[in-house]
Structures are given as C-alpha cells and as structure tokens.
C-alpha cells in the first residue's frame, strides 16, 4: 500500500511516537495547530484509563492514522458516536475539533456520561503535514487532497463516481481516486466505521458555519431526514454566538452536490445518523489579507479559530445528551 515504508511503524504507542515528531521551524507563519502538538495530545489523551488508541491504518507516505476509542465512565455504553476530522488537508479547525471532544471525553467530569466515543482525529495526515511545511516555507498553496492527488470526500463507496480528469482543474480539484476505498486514508475511516457500528457519526470540516446532511450526492431525502433536521437543530441550539445553518447538500445546487462523501457512507452503509460540520464563517469581507491565503480561509486567526472550535465542539457533544 505504501511505497515509502516509516520507520516509526515499527512503534508501538502513540507515546513513543510523539517523542520522535518534529514540525518543521517555521521560516514565515505556523498553523493554527502543528502536527507535533496533534500528536503529543494525542499521547496525553492516552493518559486516560478509559482511552485507547491504536492504529487505524497508515497514509500513503506511511504516517499512522490513529484511531481514539473513549468508554463511558458510568458504565456500558448506551451508544457509539464516531467522529473524524482533517479529511482535507488544510481544514485543521476539523482536528483541534476532534481533539478537544476527545479531551473533555477522557476527563473525569466528561459529558460523555454513558456514550462511547470513537474518532479518527486526523484522517489525511499527509496532507496536513504538507500545509504546515508550505507554511513554514512561506509558500502560499491550496491544498485538499491525499498525497497522491485524491479528493477523500469523494473516495467513499455510496454514490461513487470516478472523476480523474487530471488534465482539467476543475476535475482534478474532485479526482476521486482509482476506485471507492482506493486511499488507504479512506479505507481507514471505513475500517474504524466497521468495527465500531456508530449510532451517530459527524465529519468536521471548514468552513461555512453549516451543518449538512445527507445526501451530499443526490437531491433524495433520506429516509430518516426528520429526525435528521431535528437533532441538528438541537446541535445547533447548544451553539455559543448562535447555531450553524442547517442544509441537505445534494439539494442545495448541483455544482456542489459531493459524490461518494464519507457523510453518505456513514449514512447509508454503516446506518448512522450522520452529520458534517463546516467549521468556521471563512474569509472575512474586512481583513482583506487573508483573502490572499488559503490558510486562513478554512482556520481564523486566534483568538476566532478557539471559539469557532468550541462552537463545533458545543455542537457535537448535543449527542452525548442522547439526542
Ligand atoms: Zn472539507
């Protein structure tokens, strides 16, 4: 699967492999949060007697994709919220989200009182490792994709569609790989789905302050779409600075529609009642600077970048209260 083989695969914990992470000094700008800092939070969550964290899977250069599993305290679990972040390499504000739910999941006074909560944090590690040294370098980039050029959102089973006009750009902004699951990111995703049969499922990505539903892939309603609109209004009720919009893709205009979306496959497959957030309100009409950089499109500058997170966070844990 990967042609590049990590010597960091022959580690064990995610301790030992925090020890040996370094993020690139930055000659110009860092990101809103490093890969370093992913992985050493990612080492203090371990910390909890009620976290496990193994390895999903591996990115196509060979980094490990890291799967979180957080049991309740108070006994078995009544339900499984699964939840993944950073399927697109520079939408980091989807894995501080990821991070912080499973923080205050792993603490004692955790809100996820009797709700096991399973997540790939970081799903596209090679792509984010690639924003953060197109920062650290000065370079001012767009990026979304795995290493190998594919569009993970359109990489899923439900609704695939192969789209690899490599020659075209709008194409190629979609490529969706050489099969459904062809990306080992993917395939990860899907694996920890399949072992953890999740009643709930959300993927935090920015920007737009949405929270959508399926199908992003068709103008169908889903077959459960009422009780769908309303406990995403009750995420949003739970919103400081008020609640995302709340919106079926597919039916909002055909350019837009996704195919082969990880929110579809965890609907439709896997029989979650599934959600993805959009993180974030994007580039700001006064601070015409950051219209100039990608970056800050998709993760504002701090302090807005905490309380956008907070505000996903506040969202997502509504399931923990067995919405
Ligand atoms: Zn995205």
Known sequence: ???????????????EFAASVWSPSPATSRPRITYEEVVWALSEIEASP?????????????????????????????????????????????????LSLLRRASAPTTPWRRHRLVAIPLANPDGFRQVEADLAAGRVRFRRHNARGVDLNRNFPVGYRRVDGAWRPLSRLQSSGAGPLS????????????????????????????????????????????????????????????????????????????????????????????????????????????????????????PQFHSDVERAVAAVEHLAEGA
Request: net charge negative.
């Open 183 to 302: 990306e080992p990111e993917a395939q990860a995703v899907d694996a920890a789905l399949a072992s953890c049969t999740p009643d709930y499922a959300v993927s935090l990505h920015a920007f737009g302050n949405w929270i959508f539903l399926p199908y992003t892939g068709k103008r169908q309603r889903p077959a459960g779409y009422s009780e769908l609109v309303r406990i995403a209004r009750g995420m949003a009720d739970r919103q400081p600075g008020g609640g995302y919009r709340i919106a079926q893709v597919g039916r909002l205009a055909p350019v837009i529609a996704a195919r082969g979306s990880e929110l579809d496959h965890m609907y439709d497959t896997y029989g979650a009642r599934a959600f993805l957030l959009e993180i974030g309100s994007g580039p700001r009409p006064f601070r015409p600077k950051s219209w100039l950089s990608p970056y800050a499109w998709f993760n504002a500058e701090e």
């Open 50 to 98: 009620r976290a496990t964290i193994t390895r999903g899977g591996e990115s196509v250069r060979g980094e490990p994709i890291w799967k979180v599993e957080v049991e309740p305290p108070d006994g078995a679990p009544e339900a499984t919220t699964f939840v993944v972040g950073g399927i697109h390499a520079m939408e980091h504000a989807g894995v501080a989200a990821a």
């Open 1 to 15: 699967m990967s042609t590049q083989q990590n010597p960091q695969l022959v580690r064990e914990s995610v301790a």
